[in-house]
């Protein structure tokens, strides 16, 4: 789909190629509590259109 949402929300997290593939910046949600990266991510993936993003607890 493309959409790009969880760019647009979390650009530090999600990035996507020039086919409009979503590309992450790590493979764990940054829990860093001195930023709100990790609430921008979770909603990311809550506003994924196509429902293509997941989380997944260890």
């Known amino acids: 789909m493309a959409a790009g949402m969880c760019v647009m929300t979390a650009d530090a997290f999600f990035d996507q190629d020039d086919d409009g593939i979503v590309l992450l910046a790590s493979d764990e949600v940054p829990t860093d509590p001195d930023t ?4 921008r991510v979770r909603n990311a993936v809550k506003l994924c259109p196509s429902g293509a993003l997941r989380l997944v607890s260890e």
């Open 36 to 39: 709100d990266l990790e609430r």
